[in-house]
């Protein structure tokens, strides 16, 4: 008989040995997993931190998990700069695009206006504020050498 329950958190050895197992059949696949978890943070003069963009990359892509920015440094750019930090920092690396969701109520058009084009949109019938829009920005290079082991 086998059990399901609900955790907060794996512990070590599940993820280790979950990890060990999709890492061989993806391999054996001909496929890189490629995930590498990361974050940009933007400080001001002082070192405080004013906006983080956390990211992954899997495969031969980077998924955007979330960004802040500080409520008082909103409306400057700063945003922007994050997203063009991490596009700059993967552009010519073999990447194919870099993807997030965002929900109707978070600044689609935000994503919008950096480039992104919504792929396409679960609409939240009971909640409009929790419609969800699926974006992508592809790289515009020839070859994507991420993903795919040699």
């Known amino acids: 008989m086998v059990t399901i329950k609900f955790v907060d958190e794996l512990c070590e050895a599940t993820e280790q040995a979950m990890s060990r ?7 054996n696949n001909g ?11 933007l400080s001001d003069n002082n070192g405080a931190p004013i ?7 899997a495969f031969a892509e ?3 998990e979330n960004m802040w920015i500080e409520k008082s440094n909103r409306g400057k ?3 922007k700069k994050l997203i063009e930090t991490l596009e700059n920092h ?20 935000f ?3 950096c480039g992104f084009k919504c792929e396409f949109i679960r609409k939240n019938l009971k909640n ?15 070859t994507q050498t991420q993903g795919i082991l040699p």
């Open 90 to 109: 993967f552009k010519g690396k073999g990447f194919n695009n870099i993807n997030l969701v965002t929900s109707e109520f978070n600044a689609p058009g």
């Open 128 to 142: 409009p504020k929790l419609t969800k829009h699926f974006f992508v920005k592809f790289f515009e290079e020839k």
């Open 31 to 41: 496929i890189d997993v490629n995930y590498k978890k990361f974050a940009l943070v």
């Open 51 to 57: 906006g983080v963009l956390n990211a992954f990359t």
């Open 77 to 79: 750019g700063y945003g």
């Open 21 to 27: 197992d999709l890492i061989e059949y993806e391999s």
């Open 111 to 113: 994503y919008k206006k």
């Open 62 to 64: 980077i998924y955007i």
